[in-house]
C-alpha cells in the first residue's frame, strides 16, 4: 500500500474516483454529462432524458422515453406502511428527516435487496425515482396534519412532482421551469452527498443506505440547503437596496452569503445559475412583478463588487421555487429528489468497479504513553 502524508483539508482538488458519469471541465467552462454538455441539455431535453441519459448512457429514443415514463407512472405509488411510519414522526421534523426516514424505511420492502448486479440496481433505481416526489411531497403534507396527495398518472413526472406540491396543475412556463431546474440539478459530478453515497455504497452496502447517507449530506447549508437558506434571506428584505444592506451587514460580520460560492467554480458564475436566472426573468414577467429579480441582482452586483464572490445554481432556484409557490421546506428534499437520478448511476458505477474507501490520517494527538 502506497501512503501519501499530503493531508488535504476538505480533500479540495483531490481526486477521489474514476467515473464516467460527468465532469466539471473547468478550463472549457462545461458541466460534461456523459458526454454531453448539462447547459445545452437543458435547452433540448428534459429531466426524464437526463434520467435515462445517467442509467442508460445515452439519451433516449422517443419509443424508450415512452417505456421510461411508463415505467415510473406504474410504481409512483409508495407502500402503505411508509405513510405508517411518516405518520409517528414529530410535526416539527425537517422535511429532509422525514425523506430520510422513509427512504430508509423503503429498503426493507425490498426483496432482492443484497442483488448488486447492474440490472437490479438500476431496476431499483428506477423504482426509487417514481416514488420519490410521493415521498417527498407527502412526508411534508403529513407533517403538516394534511392527507397526502394521490400521484396524477395523466401529467408528466415533473408536472405531477409539481402539482403534489401545490395542489393544482401547473402552467406550462411553470411545468418547464420545474422541470429545468430537475435537470440542472440531476447530476454535478462529486459534490459531498455524491461522494458520502459512494463512500457507503464501497462496502457494499445497499442503494437505499448509500442514499439514505446523501440525504444528511444534502441537507447541511453549506450544500443543499443553501437553496432554503437564500429564500429565507430574501425574505428579510423588501427591495433591492433592502437586500443590498443585509448582504453587506453579514460580510461585515463575516458571515457566509448563502447561494455565493462554490468549491469548485471559485471564481465564476456557476453556469447553472445562469439558466436558472433566465428562468426568474420568465417567471418575474408571467407575474408581472420583477421585485425578487431586482434584489438577486442587487446580491449579484455587492458579492463580485465586495469579494469577486458569484451565485451558486441555488441561489437563483430558490426564488424561483417561491414563484412556483414551493414552500420553503421542499426546496432541499425536491433538489435531492433530482439528484438521486445521479445518485443512483454512481451507486451503480461504485457498485460495478469497487474499492473500499479507506483513507488515512494526519495524527494530532498525544504520542503514545503506556497506561501505568
Ligand atoms: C451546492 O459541490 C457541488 O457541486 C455542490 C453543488 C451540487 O450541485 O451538488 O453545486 C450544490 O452545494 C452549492 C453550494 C451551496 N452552498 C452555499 O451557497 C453556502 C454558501 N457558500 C459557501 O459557504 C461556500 O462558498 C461553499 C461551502 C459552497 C464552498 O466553500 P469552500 O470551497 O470550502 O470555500 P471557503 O468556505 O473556504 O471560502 C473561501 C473564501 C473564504 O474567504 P477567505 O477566508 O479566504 O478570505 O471565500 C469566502 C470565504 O470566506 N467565501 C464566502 C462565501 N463563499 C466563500 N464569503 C462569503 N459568502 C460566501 N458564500
Known amino acids: 500500500m502506497q501512503t501519501t502524508n499530503k493531508f488535504v483539508p476538505g480533500l479540495d482538488g483531490v481526486v477521489a474516483s474514476e467515473t464516467a458519469i460527468?465532469?466539471?471541465?473547468?478550463?472549457?467552462?462545461?458541466?460534461?454529462?456523459?458526454?454531453?454538455?448539462?447547459?445545452?441539455?437543458?435547452?433540448?431535453?428534459?429531466?426524464?432524458?437526463?434520467?435515462?441519459?445517467?442509467?442508460?448512457?445515452?439519451?433516449?429514443?422517443?419509443?424508450?422515453?415512452?417505456?421510461?415514463?411508463?415505467?415510473?407512472k406504474d410504481n409512483y405509488g409508495l407502500p402503505k406502511e411508509i405513510y405508517d411510519i411518516l405518520k409517528l414522526l414529530p410535526k416539527d421534523t425537517h422535511p429532509?428527516?422525514?425523506?430520510?426516514?422513509?427512504?430508509?424505511?423503503?429498503?426493507?420492502?425490498?426483496?432482492?435487496?443484497?442483488?448488486?448486479?447492474?440490472?437490479?440496481?438500476?431496476?431499483?433505481?428506477?423504482?426509487?425515482?417514481?416514488?420519490?416526489?410521493?415521498?417527498?411531497?407527502?412526508?411534508?403534507?403529513?407533517?403538516?396534519?394534511?392527507?397526502?396527495?394521490?400521484?396524477?398518472?395523466?401529467?408528466?413526472?415533473?408536472?405531477?412532482?409539481?402539482?403534489?406540491?401545490?395542489?393544482?396543475?401547473p402552467s406550462k412556463l411553470e411545468e418547464e421551469i420545474f422541470d429545468r431546474a430537475l435537470l440542472?440539478?440531476?447530476?454535478?459530478?462529486?459534490?459531498?452527498?455524491?461522494?458520502?453515497?459512494?463512500?457507503?455504497?464501497?462496502?457494499?452496502?445497499?442503494?437505499?443506505?448509500?442514499?439514505?447517507?446523501?440525504?444528511?449530506?444534502?441537507?447541511?447549508?453549506?450544500?443543499?440547503?443553501?437553496?432554503?437558506?437564500?429564500?429565507?434571506?430574501?425574505?428579510?428584505?423588501?427591495s433591492a437596496s433592502e437586500f443590498e444592506e443585509l448582504i453587506m451587514n453579514k460580510l461585515r460580520n463575516k458571515e457566509k452569503v448563502m447561494g455565493f460560492g462554490h468549491r469548485v467554480y471559485m471564481k465564476k458564475m456557476d453556469p447553472r445559475a445562469l439558466v436558472m436566472k433566465d428562468a426568474l426573468k420568465q417567471l418575474c414577467e408571467a407575474k408581472g412583478d420583477y421585485k425578487l429579480l431586482e434584489m438577486c441582482e442587487a446580491g449579484e452586483k455587492v458579492m463580485e463588487r465586495e469579494i469577486g464572490i458569484y451565485p451558486n445554481l441555488d441561489y437563483y432556484v430558490a426564488p424561483c421555487y417561491w414563484l412556483l409557490d414551493i414552500p420553503i421546506p421542499l426546496y432541499t428534499p425536491i433538489f435531492y429528489g433530482s439528484r438521486a437520478s445521479g445518485l443512483t448511476a454512481h451507486v451503480i458505477e461504485q457498485h460495478d468497479n469497487n474499492r473500499l474507501f479507506r483513507p488515512r490520517v494526519k495524527y494530532t494527538g498525544e504520542q503514545y504513553s503506556p497506561i501505568k
Open 96 to 169: 429532509m428527516d422525514g425523506l430520510r426516514t422513509g427512504l430508509s424505511s423503503l429498503g426493507g420492502f425490498d426483496k432482492d435487496l443484497l442483488d448488486f448486479s447492474t440490472e437490479v440496481n438500476k431496476d431499483r433505481a428506477y423504482d426509487l425515482l417514481a416514488k420519490l416526489p410521493a415521498l417527498i411531497v407527502n412526508s411534508y403534507h403529513i407533517l403538516n396534519g394534511d392527507e397526502p396527495i394521490e400521484p396524477r398518472q395523466d401529467l408528466s413526472y415533473g408536472a405531477n412532482f409539481l402539482y403534489m406540491v401545490t395542489g393544482r396543475v
Open 22 to 72: 460527468s465532469l466539471l471541465d473547468t478550463k472549457e467552462e462545461k458541466i460534461i454529462i456523459r458526454g454531453y454538455e448539462l447547459i445545452e441539455l437543458s435547452r433540448e431535453n428534459d429531466f426524464l432524458d437526463m434520467v435515462h441519459l445517467l442509467l442508460e448512457n445515452s439519451l433516449p429514443t422517443a419509443e424508450e422515453k415512452e417505456k421510461l415514463d411508463k415505467k415510473l
Open 184 to 238: 440542472l440539478y440531476s447530476e454535478h459530478e462529486m459534490p459531498n452527498s455524491t461522494f458520502t453515497a459512494r463512500v457507503i455504497a464501497s462496502t457494499m452496502s445497499d442503494l437505499y443506505g448509500a442514499l439514505t447517507g446523501a440525504v444528511a449530506s444534502l441537507k447541511g447549508y453549506l450544500h443543499g440547503g443553501a437553496n432554503e437558506a437564500v429564500m429565507h434571506d430574501l425574505l428579510k428584505a423588501d
